[in-house]
């Protein structure tokens, strides 16, 4: 048995849990209910995955990073082509250790819930190493973000895992039903990640890298997710009715921590949403977002994805 014990974003936790399923069929998870989800997994997806405690003799993961074997056909510096425009050193656990040094007993409602984050980040120090520019990480035999560089037999293998998840039926008719009525071979998917929760990333991310693409689909319309409701409605007004989104239940910023992200209706929206975006075959991604990434993987790999 192997056990998924990652508690990051809904992205990062699926991504562990597939990379254990391509391990071990007799995978299982640990689902911390902390600011990124408070639901129970299967409140998501159907299925007997949940454990309360890790059992003493399986092994764990604690990892975001998609699982590469040796027998892989990914050679080592196979991620150094991988697009890091945005910096020409970017230090996963720098960022991760400032995080840590400036969390404070006070910013929380108790001392357990202090605890529990500064364990969170102590786990992602040490599991994480340091991510450079030409991904260092596994000698650079990297799959994340890559999409359609992936060899084939490395996505298929990830398929047959991602096949093995069924959302729960209420997550289903969501998906069906809004694609079936608003999907068409002219809609484009786009995911707008600003980081409004997280300033040292807000560099990343720009409205007019959106636009050099979006300006040139005259013929298309785009169906947008994004962390805030404003990113949305800055694109309905440059685009008019092209533009349309699915309609989440909370309140317009959707930031870990706020109130609506607390919810489970946050974590089904976040789900349904992830499977949406993949579903179109030209895909606009943001940079560094593994949102996008899983939607992708949901849908089977089907989209062309373009990485703004």
Known sequence: MIVSTIDSGLGNRIKCLLSCMRLDEDTKLIWPRNRFTTCDFNQLFDGDWELDSVPEEA?????????????????????EEHPDKKSDYHDIVGELESELEGLRPEDF??????????????GKIRNNGKLRKKIEVNNGRNIDHEYE??????????????????????????????????????TVSVHMRS???????????????????????????FFVCADHQSCIDTLKQRYGNRVFDYPKRGDGDYSPGTDYMSTLEASQDAIIEMYLLGKNPIILGSYLSTFVEVGWWLNECKGKVTIV
């Open 59 to 79: 092994e764990t993961r604690f990892n975001e990073r998609l699982l590469v074997l040796d027998s892989d056909p990914i050679e080592d510096g196979f991620a």
């Open 109 to 122: 409602e108790d001392q357990e819930q202090y605890e529990q984050e500064k364990e969170r980040l102590e």
């Open 149 to 186: 560089r992936i060899p084939q037999s490395v996505k298929d293998s990830y398929i047959e895992q991602v096949r093995k998840l069924t959302p729960v039926k209420y997550i289903r008719d969501q998906i069906e039903e809004f694609s079936f009525v608003n999907f068409d071979e002219d």
């Open 195 to 221: 980081w409004a929760d997280d300033p040292r990333r807000q560099c990343l991310f720009s409205y007019e890298d959106y636009y050099k693409h979006m300006d040139k689909m005259e013929d298309k319309t």
